[in-house]
């Protein structure tokens, strides 16, 4: 129980929960399968839906990291599981739906090698004695031996390698131990992988599978000065050099105390990380570039609008769009569309001409959407498409943000949201310390 | 005009026969209606009475799906599972909608006509609740190794989930009880799945086989509530987001909130 505790304490910092992007049946002689599109079985009080055993092997390790809570130099209680505790755990959990599958992760135990081996041992028996089928994602070991990392990767459905800061510059200040070089060399080799076993697969349909849900990273927002474009930028590159099935960013809590750390005043910048997640979504799902949303003259997104709603008012040029006949990627530039009711608009508009009153019916949120569409030729009212005017109705019509929700912890939006503003702060701070 | 109201059986096949004797009997039109159990007797209107037919509701599904696919026949047996009271006047007209040929493309892309619309909404909402007992349903072992779940849905999914746990646990004996409408999804090991229906004089004893507990059941439920509660992160805190997500009625019968 303490055990427990200790380790899934220690692995709560990670995000990615998801079960995500693999399909599979049981094939009637173990337990388990994986649904495409994951399932969520709770949620925590914090509003982050648990999918996954997400814990730690270990949190013993020989790295310190100035912003992780089990680094070397903190005195924390350390706990290791065995492998077949684990397997149980797991099964148990399982079998009571309270979880999707296992997310492994763990501190380095002697080497990074070494902890490979161990995650490896666990899954395998897993996968082979407890003849468990449901989802499996793990953190892949910079620095181990590839030969494993691959054998691991024949076993998982998912796995994952930390970029944890957006650029070079800023792992070496606050991760010493680890280097860019070390974290890219095994996503390539997963990535490799992948697409060699595609072409198994095609060739043979029962070849064995090598992570099929694809790898994921995750990257810490505000531990370091980075800006919203360098790591939009980054992120893009991810997807198109790396094939990463996602991009996880989270917002940086401060465990530790540290000189290298930035104070946080107003908390974990929360909303900077759900604009990161909106224009994720634009990358993934929108057709969006990065460039086309932040630049060098516009580092940041804006704090008061939505990357797509900031975009459109940018490019009033574009609009307004024609429901009836814009091509479905013009349609899913208009802020109050989305994917699913853009598809719809579509669909429908095959059989039938399409007016206001049926948009609001398929989905498209009408009071965003009015100021850049037109039905038929017309607009739902005659307003002018006019900068300033939308903006100002948009800025009305209030953003519903994740972190409003709560009444008890509903903040006004502050200066501390800028990230301009909280690093020069920082850099004040620093210097009158030193 | 007199209109024709046919009132049919709460149950996929009583609104599907009823469909069946809307054609038979030549009373097909925008005026006629199919309505589930009693209602308020209007003045101007025919009523007649629709006994459930199994046969002939098997000939209206094997119509809709020869004529319209197996997408949309999904769409329709989710939709007949909700609790609305439209649902059979919807389904109804959606079909023949489709009949009359008025829907160029799949039917379900018919959005903009209001009947088919509301097939789709409903079969939406059912698909959530589905998805939301598969998310949110919690098995606990009593003796004898067997699974027991307890659910109380909104509308009537312990068919839809069924397959969905079968597939995952072919080795396991597991029961889903739903206790709002009595009903019971069964599964033993290596067999198929069936659901049964139990009688009001029955509810003291699965009241009593739901809260059993295995020797090693206790030990499980805390150490689950122990890894909910560490895994939120405090500087993060946000309980109406948790709600939003996992809304409270799902709550009483799940072990990480009792």
Same mark, same amino acid.
């Given at each position: 129980?303490?055990?427990?505790?200790?380790?899934?304490?220690?692995?709560?910092?990670?995000?990615?929960?998801?079960?995500?992007?693999?399909?599979?049946?049981?094939?009637?002689?173990?337990?388990?399968?994986?649904?495409?599109?994951?399932?969520?079985?709770?949620?925590?009080?914090?509003?982050?839906?648990?999918?996954?055993?997400?814990?730690?092997?270990?949190?013993?390790?020989?790295?310190?990291?100035?912003?992780?809570?089990? %680094?070397?130099?903190?005195?924390?209680?350390?706990?290791?599981?065995?492998?077949?505790?684990?397997?149980?755990?797991?099964?148990?959990?399982?079998?009571?739906?309270?979880?999707?599958?296992?997310?492994?992760?763990?501190?380095?135990?002697?080497?990074?090698?070494?902890?490979?081996?161990?995650?490896?041992?666990?899954?395998?028996?897993?996968?082979?004695?407890?003849?468990?089928?449901?989802?499996?994602?793990?953190?892949?070991?910079?620095?181990?031996?590839?030969?494993?990392?691959?054998?691991?990767?024949?076993?998982?459905?998912?796995?994952?390698?930390?970029?944890?800061?957006?650029?070079?510059?800023?792992?070496?200040?606050?991760?010493?131990?680890?280097?860019?070089?070390?974290?890219?060399?095994?996503?390539?080799?997963?990535?490799?992988?992948?697409?060699?076993?595609?072409?198994?697969?095609?060739?043979?349909?029962?070849?064995?599978?090598?992570?099929?849900?694809?790898?994921?990273?995750?990257?810490?927002?505000?531990?370091?000065?980075?800006?919203?474009?360098?790591?939009?930028?980054?992120?893009?590159?991810?997807?198109?050099?790396?094939?990463?099935?996602?991009?996880?960013?989270?917002?940086?809590? %401060?465990?530790?105390?540290?000189?290298?750390?930035?104070?946080?005043?107003?908390?974990?910048?929360?909303?900077?990380?759900?604009?990161?997640?909106?224009?994720?979504?634009?990358?993934?799902?929108?057709?969006?570039?990065?460039?086309?949303?932040?630049?060098?003259?516009?580092?940041?997104?804006?704090?008061?609008?939505?990357?797509?709603?900031?975009?459109?008012?940018?490019?009033?040029?574009?609009?307004?769009?024609?429901?009836? %006949? =814009?091509?479905?990627?013009?349609?899913?530039?208009?802020?109050?569309?989305?994917?699913?009711?853009?598809?719809?608009?579509?669909?429908?508009?095959?059989?039938?001409?399409?007016?206001?009153?049926?948009?609001?019916?398929?989905?498209?949120?009408?009071?965003? =959407?009015?100021?850049?569409?037109?039905?038929?030729?017309?607009?739902?009212?005659?307003?002018?498409?006019?900068?300033?005017?939308?903006?100002?109705?948009?800025?009305?019509?209030?953003?519903?943000?994740?972190?409003?929700?709560?009444?008890?912890?509903?903040?006004?939006?502050?200066?501390?949201?800028? %990230?301009?503003?909280?690093?020069?702060?920082?850099?004040?701070?620093?210097?009158?310390?030193? | 005009?007199?209109?024709?109201?046919?009132?049919?059986?709460?149950?996929?096949?009583?609104?599907?026969?009823?469909?069946?004797?809307?054609?038979?009997?030549?009373?097909?039109?925008?005026?006629?209606?199919?309505?589930?159990?009693?209602?308020?007797?209007?003045?101007?209107?025919?009523?007649?009475?629709?006994?459930?037919?199994?046969?002939? =509701?098997?000939?209206?599904?094997?119509?809709?799906?020869?004529?319209?696919?197996?997408?949309?026949?999904?769409?329709?047996?989710?939709?007949?599972?909700?609790?609305?009271?439209?649902?059979?006047?919807?389904?109804?007209?959606?079909?023949?909608?489709?009949?009359?040929?008025?829907?160029?493309?799949?039917?379900?892309?018919?959005?903009?006509?209001?009947?088919?619309?509301?097939?789709?909404?409903?079969?939406?909402?059912?698909?959530?609740?589905?998805?939301?007992?598969?998310?949110?349903?919690?098995?606990?072992?009593?003796?004898?190794?067997?699974?027991?779940?307890?659910?109380?849905?909104?509308?009537?999914?312990?068919?839809?989930?069924?397959?969905?746990?079968?597939?995952?646990?072919?080795?396991?004996?597991?029961?889903?009880?739903?206790?709002?409408?009595?009903?019971?999804?069964?599964?033993?090991?290596?067999?198929?799945?069936?659901?049964?229906?139990?009688?009001?004089?029955?509810?003291?004893?699965?009241?009593?086989?739901?809260?059993?507990?295995?020797?090693?059941?206790?030990?499980?439920?805390?150490?689950?509530?122990?890894?909910?509660?560490?895994?939120?992160?405090?500087?993060?805190?946000?309980?109406?987001?948790?709600?939003?997500?996992?809304?409270?009625?799902?709550?009483?019968?799940?072990?990480?909130?009792?």
């Amino acid at each position: 129980m303490e055990k427990l505790e200790i380790l899934s304490d220690a692995a709560k910092y990670d995000v990615a929960c998801t079960s995500s992007g693999s399909e599979r049946k049981n094939d009637g002689t173990g337990i388990g399968n994986a649904v495409k599109a994951g399932i969520c079985h709770s949620f925590s009080s914090d509003g982050r839906c648990i999918s996954l055993l997400k814990i730690l092997f270990t949190n013993e390790c020989i790295y310190d990291c100035k912003y992780c809570i089990n %680094r070397r130099s903190n005195d924390v209680p350390r706990a290791s599981f065995t492998p077949d505790e684990l397997c149980r755990l797991t099964i148990e959990f399982y079998r009571r739906n309270y979880i999707e599958g296992l997310f492994l992760s763990s501190g380095i135990l002697y080497n990074p090698t070494f902890t490979m081996g161990l995650i490896y041992q666990t899954v395998y028996k897993l996968r082979n004695e407890y003849r468990f089928q449901g989802y499996i994602h793990v953190k892949a070991i910079p620095g181990a031996d590839p030969e494993l990392i691959q054998m691991v990767g024949f076993l998982v459905d998912r796995m994952s390698i930390n970029l944890e800061l957006p650029t070079a510059e800023g792992l070496s200040r606050l991760a010493p131990n680890k280097h860019r070089k070390t974290i890219l060399a095994p996503m390539r080799l997963i990535q490799n992988g992948i697409v060699s076993n595609r072409e198994e697969l095609a060739l043979y349909r029962n070849a064995p599978e090598f992570v099929p849900a694809g790898q994921s990273t995750q990257m810490i927002i505000g531990a370091t000065p980075e800006n919203d474009y360098q790591i939009l930028t980054v992120a893009e590159k991810l997807y198109q050099k790396f094939d990463l099935k996602r991009v996880f960013y989270s917002a940086f809590v %401060r465990v530790n105390e540290d000189r290298e750390l930035p104070a946080l005043p107003g908390g974990p910048p929360l909303l900077r990380e759900h604009r990161l997640y909106q224009a994720d979504w634009l990358l993934r799902f929108y057709g969006f570039e990065a460039k086309e949303l932040l630049s060098e003259d516009r580092p940041d997104f804006n704090i008061l609008l939505d990357p797509k709603a900031d975009w459109a008012l940018r490019h009033l040029e574009e609009f307004p769009v024609e429901i009836n %006949r =814009a091509p479905y990627e013009k349609l899913l530039r208009v802020p109050g569309i989305g994917v699913k009711s853009a598809r719809r608009i579509v669909q429908a508009r095959r059989s039938s001409q399409l007016e206001f009153q049926h948009l609001k019916k398929i989905g498209v949120v009408l009071r965003r =959407a009015v100021y850049f569409i037109t039905c038929n030729g017309r607009m739902m009212y005659s307003v002018k498409i006019e900068e300033d005017f939308i903006t100002r109705q948009l800025l009305d019509c209030k953003e519903r943000l994740p972190f409003d929700a709560d009444g008890a912890t509903y903040r006004q939006l502050s200066l501390f949201d800028d %990230r301009r503003f909280v690093m020069g702060q920082d850099q004040l701070i620093r210097q009158v310390i030193s | 005009m007199i209109q024709s109201i046919l009132v049919c059986q709460n149950s996929m096949e009583g609104v599907l026969t009823a469909i069946y004797r809307v054609y038979e009997w030549k009373l097909n039109g925008p005026d006629t209606m199919i309505q589930i159990g009693e209602a308020d007797l209007r003045l101007f209107a025919n009523y007649y009475e629709v006994e459930t037919v199994p046969p002939l =509701a098997e000939k209206v599904a094997s119509t809709v799906l020869k004529r319209f696919g197996e997408d949309t026949w999904e769409f329709i047996c989710y939709a007949l599972a909700s609790e609305d009271p439209g649902k059979g006047q919807a389904v109804y007209r959606t079909i023949a909608e489709g009949l009359a040929g008025a829907i160029r493309g799949p039917l379900m892309h018919g959005l903009a006509n209001d009947d088919i619309r509301k097939v789709f909404e409903l079969s939406r909402h059912v698909h959530n609740e589905a998805h939301r007992m598969i998310e949110f349903l919690r098995f606990r072992e009593v003796e004898g190794n067997i699974l027991m779940a307890r659910i109380e849905p909104d509308a009537d999914v312990t068919a839809l989930i069924m397959p969905h746990f079968a597939d995952r646990f072919p080795l396991e004996n597991f029961v889903i009880v739903d206790t709002r409408r009595r009903l019971a999804g069964i599964h033993s090991a290596r067999k198929p799945w069936f659901v049964a229906r139990y009688e009001k004089e029955k509810d003291a004893q699965v009241e009593g086989i739901l809260g059993q507990y295995s020797e090693n059941e206790q030990e499980m439920e805390e150490l689950f509530k122990h890894f909910c509660k560490t895994l939120g992160v405090k500087e993060r805190r946000n309980i109406k987001l948790q709600q939003q997500f996992l809304p409270l009625k799902y709550r009483p019968f799940m072990t990480e909130f009792t």
